[in-house]
């Protein structure tokens, strides 16, 4: 674990993935300790872990819990059971590319060689799954260190969701820009949109970026255009689930408003993402799988206090795809890549 990052998201420590309980912040910050598959499958199910790149990096251990104390007659029989186990994984979340990339690579790690002892295959699969969050924690320092480029002293960056430390193994995609660009001594002011229905940005992005020391203000969501209206606005950087190969980007729900906003205003819109995010045997974006949320979500307060009248149809997507001609630049662990994105997206992204 990186010794200047003040808290992990996720990790594995003695035989059990660690995990900050995101449901409780910004009231509280507390650690779960996962030991078995289907407790896994609802922390990812109900946001207690979440964002994209965290998610890869549960999924890849939950194979780890999934198959670690069961014995195998042979390699086939272990075989069935890693397909078993990786196919519920995958049935937990839809959209994030990051979780299918990891459960591949574990897939890929646990296949590898059927000659070694199952014992072996075991021990190949957790050390692929912390190389996984390692490498995201490297791929974060990136995409911050290339995006800082972009920002300006004094710039004000409006945001949504949680792209932070809290949505990856640590540091953030979008918000790992911001946090480089304030360690070169550019001061930044960022605007976190409160993100509807579940407040990611409101419990989220303010907690994190308050504790790292960053200028931010908390809007409601359907306050950024006046924001950008005022010239308040700079600059949009947003994280991303899921980057088809045209460059069109799957994020949050409400992402796609601040892109056309952005573009009236003529504001710079920027994603952030690792090469993870990226799905290139997805053409464009009308081909990635949108979440539907449960109706609770947006007609009761935290599941519990009814804000909606009873029997009311509720549409709850979680994501929004913003197409790539509204966005200026995608910031990843690679490079810069701007438009026309198919090709800088074939040229740097394996
Ligand atoms: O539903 P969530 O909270 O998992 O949605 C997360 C986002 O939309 C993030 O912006 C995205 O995963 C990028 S995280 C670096």
Request: net charge positive; glycine share 6%; hydrophobic share 40%.
């Amino acid at each position: 674990m990186e010794k200047s990052m003040d808290f992990r998201t996720i990790d594995w420590v003695n035989g059990r993935i660690k995990i900050i309980d995101q449901r409780q912040l910004p009231g509280r910050l507390s650690y779960l300790h996962i030991k078995d598959l289907k407790r896994l499958w609802q922390a990812i199910k109900t946001l207690t872990v979440r964002g994209a790149p965290a998610l890869g990096a549960a999924a890849a251990l939950g194979v780890y819990l999934g198959v670690k104390n069961r014995s195998f007659k042979n390699f086939n029989d272990f075989e069935r059971e890693l397909k078993r186990v990786i196919g519920y994984i995958a049935s937990s979340r839809p959209t994030a590319k990051n979780l299918f990339w990891a459960l591949e690579r574990i897939r890929r790690a646990g296949i590898k060689d059927p000659r070694r002892p199952v014992s072996e295959i075991k021990k190949a699969i957790l050390a692929e799954a912390k190389k996984i969050m390692e490498e995201d924690i490297i791929s974060c320092r990136k995409i911050g260190c290339f995006g800082a480029k972009l920002i300006n002293h004094n710039d004000a960056i409006l945001t949504i969701c949680n792209a932070g430390s809290l949505a990856t193994v640590g540091y953030g995609t979008a918000l790992g820009v911001i946090y480089q660009a304030k360690k070169e001594g550019k001061k930044i002011k960022v605007y976190s949109c409160e993100t509807r229905p579940i407040l990611q940005g409101a419990r989220l992005t303010t907690w994190e970026l308050k504790k790292r020391g960053v200028d931010v203000t908390l809007i409601c969501d359907n306050m950024a255009a006046t924001l950008m209206q005022q010239g308040k606005i700079d600059k949009v950087i947003t994280g991303a689930d899921r980057i088809a190969s045209n460059g069109d980007s799957a994020n949050k729900i409400g992402t796609y408003d601040l892109a056309v906003l952005s573009r009236y205003h003529k504001v710079p819109f920027y994603v952030a993402a690792p090469a993870s995010t990226f799905d290139l045997e997805v053409k464009h974006g009308k081909e990635i799988p949108i979440e539907q949320r449960p109706a609770e979500e947006i007609h009761s307060l935290f599941f519990k206090k009814r804000m909606a009248a009873k029997g009311i149809k509720v549409y709850n997507p979680a994501f929004d795809v913003t197409p790539a001609s509204l966005i200026t630049a995608l910031i990843t662990d690679k490079g810069i890549l701007r438009a026309p994105f198919r090709e800088s997206i074939r040229r740097m992204i394996p």
